[in-house]
Every structure is written in structure tokens, then in C-alpha cells.
């Protein structure tokens, strides 16, 4: 993958809102300075070891990257728990939750304090990306990928911010059908929209574990690449680690509380 592979350190987080703790997990270049930063809204499955790691693969391609936990630390045992989870999200306290994690980053000293953050959602989390996107003006750019839950068309009214939007051809979760008219009404309401199709791929095609195509680690790669250059365009370029990652691992990894 031709992204900048920085040193990182990744850390359990928490932040205050309306008086509760959301939970949370942060990674971020251990390189000194300010850094651009992200939102990473997971799927139906949560904070789970996916979700970190690709919290990880953001800050190493330059980004300070909160995963706010959606389910406040519950695990679902099953598949029909996890759908269960996620269909009783309540979702305007969820927004909220999200919109005030990009206030925190701000608050980082390796963020600057009028940064613009980029939201990126997978699955049920690009619904809530967007969501957020329509309803707060806490992101400047927002990437989608494959969005299991479609916003009624007039939340999407208030998305000022540009689109990256990624879906496969064969994902039955988010079928054609679904996109097309997601893609009428952002193309109607001239919301700057930049959407991919990945031939003969299907749903949550970043996960090895949930998509098994022979092509899906080049569908990933590809479409990971084009995130990064886009947030980089619109959220800002990453600070230069001051010495290059060597073969051996160098991640550091914690669970001290900010």
C-alpha cells in the first residue's frame, strides 16, 4: 500500500458527554507535532479487534483516530445479538455521542485546536456518518463505506462536506438498488460526492474474515488508498515521523486511560 507508514501508539480513551463517559479507543502517530484527525465509526460488531486494528491502519497512515464505542462495551455473542445491538442503537443520543468525540480531538495537544476531522463509518457506521454529517457541522469530510443504514433523504439536506462513498457490486447488504437511489438524492441535493464500485466484491469487504473474494485484499487496499488521499486533501497532510519504521514492529501498545 503506497501510504506512509508512521510509528503509532494506541491507547484505551474516554471522553465526557452530557455527563457520561463514552469509551473508546485512539491510536495516533508517535511522531511530535500536530497531526490530522479522524472519527472511526465501527459496524454492528463494535469496538471489537477489527475495529482496533483498523483504528491502528488510520494512524499509520498519519491520522490521530478516535473508535468511540458504540455499545458502551457490550460484545454480542452471536450474529442475531449483534443485529438485535444494532437495531436498538438509539440514534440521536449516538449522533451526539459522535459529534462530541471530534470536540475531543480538538482538545489533544497533537490536534490543533480549529482542526477540521473526518468521519469515516463502516456499515451500520456510515449510516451514522452520515447521520452526523446532515444533523452537526462537527466534520469537515465524511467516507462511507457501505452504509447499512440509509438516512431518510431530507436528514441529508444538511451535509455540506464532501463524499467518499465505497461499495461492492455483489454485497447483498447494501445492494445496488439501495445505492443508486442514495446516489439520486445526494446528486440531487449537490452534495460533492466521489462514490466506487468494487467489481464482484460484497459486504464489509475490509474485513478478511467477512468477505472471503479472491479479489477482496486488492478492493481493501485500493480503497484504503483512495481514503487516505482524500481525507488528506480535505482534513489536512501528515506530520513527518522522524525516523523511518523499521521491519520489526514498533507499535506501542497500552491500555492506560488518557
Known amino acids: 500500500m503506497s501510504t506512509p507508514d508512521h510509528k503509532i501508539i494506541s491507547l484505551h480513551a474516554g471522553y465526557e458527554h452530557n455527563g457520561d463517559t463514552v469509551d473508546g479507543y485512539i491510536a495516533r502517530p508517535i511522531a511530535p507535532g500536530t497531526h490530522p484527525a479522524v472519527v472511526l465509526i465501527s459496524g454492528m460488531s463494535g469496538l471489537n479487534p477489527f475495529q482496533r486494528e483498523m483504528t491502528r491502519t488510520f494512524a499509520r497512515a498519519g491520522f490521530v483516530t ?30 451526539e455521542r459522535l459529534a462530541s468525540g471530534a470536540d475531543w480531538l480538538r482538545q489533544l495537544p497533537w490536534v490543533e485546536d480549529n482542526a477540521q476531522i473526518g468521519v469515516i463509518g463502516f456499515c451500520l457506521g456510515g449510516g451514522l456518518a452520515l447521520l452526523t454529517l446532515g444533523r452537526t457541522d462537527a466534520f469537515s469530510a465524511g467516507v462511507i463505506y457501505y452504509q447499512s443504514l440509509f438516512p431518510d433523504p431530507a436528514e441529508l439536506a444538511g451535509i455540506t462536506t464532501k463524499l ?43 474485513n478478511p474474515s467477512q468477505e472471503s473474494s479472491s479479489n477482496r485484499n486488492d478492493a481493501a487496499e485500493l ?28 507499535e506501542v501498545e497500552t491500555t492506560a486511560s488518557l
Open 164 to 206: 467518499l462513498c465505497h461499495y461492492g457490486t455483489a454485497d447483498k447488504s447494501t445492494p445496488a438498488e439501495e445505492v443508486d437511489r442514495f446516489r439520486t438524492e445526494v446528486d440531487r441535493l449537490n452534495i460533492k460526492n466521489e462514490i466506487h464500485f468494487y467489481q464482484g466484491i460484497g459486504h464489509s469487504f475490509l
Open 66 to 95: 478516535l473508535s468511540p464505542d458504540l455499545f458502551d462495551g457490550y460484545s454480542a455473542p452471536d450474529h442475531a445479538s449483534a443485529l438485535l445491538a444494532k437495531n436498538s442503537l438509539d440514534i440521536n443520543s449516538t449522533v
Open 223 to 250: 480503497s484504503l488508498e483512495r481514503t487516505f488521499k482524500f481525507l488528506h486533501q480535505e482534513v489536512g497532510n501528515p506530520a513527518v515521523d522522524p525516523e523511518p519504521q523499521s521491519e520489526i514492529d514498533q
